[in-house]
């Protein structure tokens, strides 16, 4: 159980244009969802917090117009970089959270995106 | 400032040899903290975590910590090394203001020696 799906695992895009990276819970009920950004070699920083059907909580310096994020459903978050640029280049991971179940929350496998 | 710390940012062992990976927090009340492993280009797998009680916690891949409160530490410990646990670890803190977000160490990558 409690399993996080990412789509896709890796993306090529060409610069200014969109691209839109899934996370779904799988088997439970997502109230919030975590996005991460990881550069080679760094940790993981945390761009924005969502919950289901409101507007996210972005992180200090996350631009909210360049990476939007959408929580429509329970199972369901997406985050969309606009018009990307080569330095958005990263790896991208999703991680959810089922407040009746814990605290704990369950990484999705991350999604490599590349701007070219 | 509520932070955690991963003081190693490279540690190379032999394998069968132990391990021990350190992280401090800096946070005003018992945190909840977590270790997780990440291979390349891979998701985050939880190791084990620690919100309260016994303060050795077994975790999977015979992987344990230690969490000390007096050292504000929770140091993450393996008797005995494999090849396959070569990989990036972090050391994760639950920081309870706003929506319970996890805070991330810088991460310590493992290399193991045949």
């Known amino acids: 159980g409690a399993v996080v799906s990412q789509h896709p695992s890796w993306v090529i895009c060409k610069s200014g244009t969109s691209v839109k990276i899934e996370c779904r819970s799988l088997d439970f009920q997502a109230t919030t969802m975590f996005w991460y950004r990881q550069f080679p070699k760094q940790s993981l920083m945390l761009m924005a917090t969502s919950n289901e059907g409101s507007k996210a909580t972005y992180e200090q310096g996350v631009e909210k117009d360049k990476f939007l994020i959408n929580h429509a459903s329970l199972t369901l978050s997406t985050l969309t970089v606009t018009s990307a640029h080569p330095e958005d280049s990263s790896f991208y991971i999703c991680s959810a959270r089922d407040l009746s179940g814990g605290i704990e929350a369950f990484f999705g496998q991350g999604t490599r995106l590349t701007v070219v | 400032a509520q932070s955690v710390t991963q003081p190693d940012i490279h540690i190379t062992v032999s394998e069968g040899a132990s391990l021990e990976l350190r992280c401090n927090y800096s946070?005003?009340?018992?945190?909840?903290l977590f270790w997780y492993v990440q291979s390349p280009g891979q998701g985050l797998q939880l190791l084990l975590k620690y919100f309260s009680g016994d303060t050795l916690v077994q975790g999977i891949k015979g992987f344990e910590a230690e969490f000390k409160r007096s050292q504000s530490s929770f140091n993450l410990r393996k008797p005995s090394v494999h090849w396959s646990d070569a990989a990036e670890y972090f050391c994760?803190?639950?920081?309870?203001?706003?929506?319970?977000?996890?805070?991330f160490g810088a991460g310590t990558r493992l290399a193991v020696h045949p």
């Open positions: 994760a803190f639950l920081f309870s203001g706003g929506y319970n977000k996890l805070i």
């Open positions: 946070y005003g009340a018992t945190p909840y």
